[in-house]
């Protein structure tokens, strides 16, 4: 290939255009920031909005009869909402710490509300592993929906109040039960 | 038709989710064909909390199906949609709305396009207006520029017309002459 | 043996890669012919790297070594064998792996194409294209290792995402939008060079505007793909939802798009060379900030790759891309206009102005749509969606801005448009807009919009029946030739600006037939039994029953419906619920009919054999065969106005040295 001359490939040197530089930082340095802020967020993971707020109340009929348990009911005591499915290893694991839980903590009142499952299914899995506290039907997810359930397991810790607390998304430890419950024992 | 509509208002009445209503319900009850379509509409405004994306409308999934259950039961009770709208905002945060609401920051996006389409059109205005040949030009840069056109005047008028017709007549870098051969 | 193999050739390729674009950088300061040599030959080492990897990992996928770590991630021995191979672009290292073989086949071409010719801007481009290549092999060898070895080869792997085997366009459509996407590195390089150098001259527009056609054509036909896909296999009955990654998709073709329209500018009039390049910046910055939005777990999508730790690395990739495209466009932007005018008032320019106008404040709104969310969660920590109901509302009044100028553009003359020019151009085709608008509004069309868009797309069709009827009427005119004849001497020796009105004939398709199926379609939910029947519009849909049907690598329960239309029996259509092993929520796949006039869309949810029960979701949409057709004409018309390309033998028009022109030597 024919070799070029120095000249032709030199490129001129010119002053750099501020206005240009400009515009081209104020379009990309603000993007880059919103990208990198967002890094390691994960975009799944969505804040309750029910923090703070009165928990939305319920009446749901208990598995094996029995009259329908109203969320007013256990007013007065620091209550944990757990929904929970047949379907869900994580919420099967963490059975044993809300049974173990609701044994020791005996002023705190446990719930657990079954989420897109079968009355039979729940049934013959309670019968093999009774939780030790109510377990509720929630048919057509309204609660769940209300408590802006988006997957199992889910538990909300209300105080005495009847306000949330917090959302605990995931499964449950031993440990992080009790320091939750004494967070909601302490908010009135 | 009319016990479905009792049936409804019952289950409606005996909601116990009764509490989470933002305020009494705004309009009549609905029914029938109004009740499919604005259960429609007020579902493709809803995301899918489980789908990522999807509208409550769309998506198959069993959440979106009991979801757009709910709207269809309040907007029986008479809920308009912006209260059921917010029903669900109460409970799954503002990122169950697929149209930002229009409120705070929420403005920009909505206007932003706006103003990007003023900005850019008085940019283009200008660009249009400005007079020709009045840019530095580098010595590169004229090096580009197509060749003057001839003396023979004949010549000069083909070319011209030749250019004009494969599209683009370039700056007329000559006077046009109009003398005859 | 295989993983370390694999390795090697990605560290080959990272070494060749880097040594070649410090080479071809080093030669584009200081030219020099063995310097040129030298960047040519790693540019090809490069790309023969990258082939030999990808066969690599495609004979293992397709021997089920699971030692290799990708294999072991996505293989499986219960997948057919086309599975296997397309599961090369199904999960994160491999598709790496695939844009790797992309980008070095493309690199190889175009540095063999151009090997003799553009000598002052060559080794830049090649210097910038083999940085790309040294950036993605680096994520091969390190953050995005697809050849890692397993310890422990397990007997059997989980198979690639079910989505993914449930259709056979899962096999077409990566590869043509990896076509699309990494092609678009190749004008990039162009660009670069040209604001390296310092100039953009005539002679270097031609590649410049052929390696960003290709690609668009690529891209084009990915995004429609895209949607088509979508639409056979996800079961909600529509094929765009605005999700990030589709509209990462979307964003450089509306960039690309534009810039192919300011380059014809700047062939023309010498003018807009920095916007242009702005634009081809822009279009290739867009592909990676698309593959940061799908790859780093940072958006909310269906389609993302799990997170995954490439997320910040791309991040610096994309600082880097963008810092340098702006010091580069401050430093020689002066040095690059021409002072070429445009011509003032109403005229063709005005309305490419305008074109290229819509086009970036598309490409805005849909990009702030999409990041929004993003500062929301970074500067007020609260979480918001932006999600369809928005894009389609902005889109709605844009698109159909650029359908009406893509009608008033072609119909107005080069030069200033006098009124009487302006009065014999716009009217005529007004009487298109009405006909079709009027047809529309008879068959039952009262949307405003839909109304609005058979308006403009009238209008369009007819200006641009004109514009490509144009020199064949000349000719049949000028030397009495027939019409078939005179087509095809036109549309041979004018085959850019054919091709050309062929993609605004396929777009304006695209958008009204968008603009028809997207309102005028009707739909029914029903539970039926089973010998239920029910009907929407002309159809009557018969549930027969539900069966099981058992498959190697799934299990799908299938809904027989029977399908009468008037009376006159269609067959039976099978809407499914694909079960596979690894996922707890079935996929649905719906079943459709397409039709020319328009589909009928079965979908199922719930099919209980044993209750003999389906609900049932049934759409009828208009014109949903005419997006796909017309995306067809689109790339045809695409591929017409590249062909030339091929067979460049004359001169262009204008001559490009300052001396006598050869056709100036004219007999006195």
């Not at chain 2, 149209?99 to 059109?121: E, M």
């Not at chain 3, 020689?332 to 290229?356: V, Y």
Request: hydrophobic content about 50%; some cysteine.
């Amino acid at each position: 290939m024919r070799s070029v001359s120095p000249a032709q490939g030199a490129a001129p040197r010119t002053a750099v255009n501020l206005k240009v530089l400009a515009a081209g930082a104020a379009v990309v340095l603000p993007l880059l920031a919103v990208l990198a802020l967002n890094l390691g967020r994960d975009p799944r993971a969505v804040r309750s909005p029910l923090v703070g707020q009165p928990a939305p109340p319920f009446s749901l009929p208990s598995t094996g009869g029995g009259a329908p348990l109203a969320l007013e009911s256990l007013r007065g005591h620091p209550v944990v909402v757990n929904f929970w499915a047949t379907w869900c290893v994580p919420c099967i694991e963490e059975q044993a710490a809300l049974t173990a839980a609701a044994r020791s903590l005996q002023d705190t009142r446990f719930v657990g509300i079954v989420y897109e499952d079968e009355a039979a299914a729940v049934g013959q899995f309670l019968a093999s592993r009774p939780a030790g506290y109510p377990t509720l039907m929630d048919p057509g997810g309204r609660t769940a929906i209300a408590y802006g359930v988006a997957g199992v397991p889910e538990t909300f810790f209300l105080d005495a109040d009847g306000r949330v607390v917090e959302k605990h998304v995931g499964p449950l430890a031993r440990s992080t039960i009790a320091s939750l419950v004494a967070r909601a024992r302490g908010a009135r | 038709m009319i016990a479905f509509v009792l049936a409804l208002v019952a289950a409606a009445a005996a909601d116990p989710q009764g509490a989470t209503d933002p305020g009494p319900p705004a309009g009549p009850p609905l029914s029938g064909a109004a009740l499919d379509v604005r259960t429609e509409e007020a579902a493709a405004l809803l995301r899918c909390p489980v789908c990522q994306g999807l509208s409550v409308a769309d998506s198959p999934s069993s959440m979106a199906r009991n979801m757009k259950q709910e709207v269809r039961q309040k907007l029986a009770a008479g809920y308009d949609q912006e209260q059921v709208l917010a029903s669900f905002e109460r409970s799954y945060g503002e990122f169950v709305r697929l149209r930002p609401p229009l409120r705070g920051a929420n403005w920009l996006v909505w206007l932003g396009p706006a103003a990007f389409l003023a900005a850019g059109g008085a940019v283009l205005l200008r660009t249009l207006r400005r007079p020709r040949g009045s840019q530095v030009r580098s010595a590169a840069a004229r090096a580009d520029d197509p060749a003057p056109l001839p003396e023979d005047p004949r010549l000069a008028q083909a070319i011209r017309r030749v250019r004009a017709m494969a599209g683009g007549s370039p700056p007329d870098l000559s006077p046009a002459r109009k003398t005859p051969p | 043996m295989v993983p370390i193999l694999g390795r090697t050739l990605i560290l080959l390729a990272l070494l060749s890669a880097s040594a070649g674009a410090l080479v071809a950088l080093a030669t584009g300061a200081r030219p020099s012919a063995p310097g040129w040599l030298w960047s040519r030959r790693l540019a090809y080492a490069f790309a023969g790297c990258m082939l030999l990897a990808n066969l690599t990992m495609e004979g293992a996928l397709l021997g089920h070594d699971f030692s290799v770590g990708y294999v072991a991630h996505v293989g499986s021995r219960s997948v057919p064998a086309w599975v296997s191979i397309v599961s090369l672009w199904s999960s994160l290292e491999g598709s790496i792996l695939f844009w790797g073989l992309i980008l070095g086949l493309y690199i190889a071409v175009a540095t063999y194409r151009n090997r003799d010719e553009h000598a002052e801007y060559m080794p830049w481009a090649v210097g910038i294209w083999l940085v790309c290549g040294a950036f993605f092999s680096f994520l091969l060898a390190g953050p995005a290792q697809p050849f890692a070895t397993v310890a422990d080869p397990p007997l059997d792997g989980p198979g690639p995402n079910a989505l993914l085997q449930n259709h056979v366009l899962m096999a077409i459509h990566p590869p043509f939008l990896y076509a699309g996407y990494v092609g678009m590195t190749i004008p990039f390089g162009f660009a670069c060079a040209a604001l390296f150098a310092g100039r953009l001259g005539e002679d270097f527009l031609r590649p410049l505007r052929s390696s960003l056609l290709l690609p668009w054509i690529f891209l084009t036909i990915a995004i429609v793909l895209g949607g088509w896909w979508a639409y056979e296999v996800l079961g909600w009955g529509g094929y765009w939802a605005w999700d990030p990654v589709e509209n990462a998709s979307f964003l450089p073709w509306l960039t690309a798009t534009a810039a192919l329209h300011s380059a014809l500018l700047v062939e023309r009039k010498g003018t807009l060379k920095a916007w242009t390049l702005t634009l081809i910046a822009a279009t290739f910055l867009l592909t990676i900030l698309g593959t940061f939005m799908t790859r780093s777990g940072v958006f909310n999508s269906v389609h993302s790759f799990t997170q995954s730790a490439i997320g910040p690395t791309l991040l610096v990739f994309l600082a880097g891309a963008l810092l340098l495209s702006v010091a580069l466009l401050a430093l020689r932007i002066d040095a690059l206009e021409s002072g070429g005018g445009l011509t003032p008032g109403i005229s063709r320019d005005a309305a490419f102005l305008g074109q290229n106008l819509l086009f970036v404040l598309f490409t805005f709104t849909v990009l702030l749509g999409t990041v929004f969310p993003l500062v929301m969660e970074a500067f007020r920590g609260t979480q918001m969606s932006v999600g369809r109901p928005y894009f389609d509302q902005m889109a709605v009044p844009i698109g159909l801005a650029l359908l009406l100028v893509m009608g008033i553009g072609p119909a107005l003359p080069w030069g200033r448009a006098t009124g009487e020019q302006m009065r014999r151009a716009l009217l005529p085709p007004l009487a298109g807009a009405t006909a079709v608008a009027v047809a529309g509004f008879l068959l039952g069309v009262r949307n405003r919009w839909t109304l609005a868009a058979l308006l403009c797309g009238g209008f369009t069709a007819q200006v641009t029946l004109r514009e490509m009827l144009l020199p064949v009427r000349q000719r049949m005119r000028a030397h009495g030739e027939s019409f078939t004849l005179a087509l095809r001497s036109a549309q041979r020796r004018g085959r850019r600006r054919f091709g050309a009105y062929v993609v605004h004939a396929g777009a304006m398709l695209v958008i009204v037939a968008i603009a028809v199926s997207s309102t005028m379609s009707t739909s029914r939910e029903v539970l039926l039994k089973e010998g239920d029947a029910t009907t929407l519009g002309a159809y009557t849909l018969t549930f027969v029953k539900a069966e099981a049907v058992r498959e190697p690598h799934r299990e799908s329960l299938r809904a027989r419906l029977e399908v009468v239309r008037d009376g006159r029996s269609l067959g039976a259509l099978f809407p499914s619920m694909n079960f596979y092993e690894r996922q707890r929520e079935p996929v649905g796949t719906p079943a459709v009919r397409s039709g020319l006039v328009e589909d009928l869309y079965l979908s199922a949810h719930n099919i209980d054999p044993a209750a003999g029960t389906v609900a049932l979701l049934v759409l009828v949409t208009p014109m949903v065969a005419w997006i796909w057709i017309a995306t067809a004409v689109m790339a045809l018309g695409g591929l017409l106005a590249l062909w030339p390309r091929m067979r460049e033998s004359t001169a262009p028009a204008r001559s490009l040295s300052p001396g006598p022109a050869p056709a100036l030597e004219v007999v006195r």
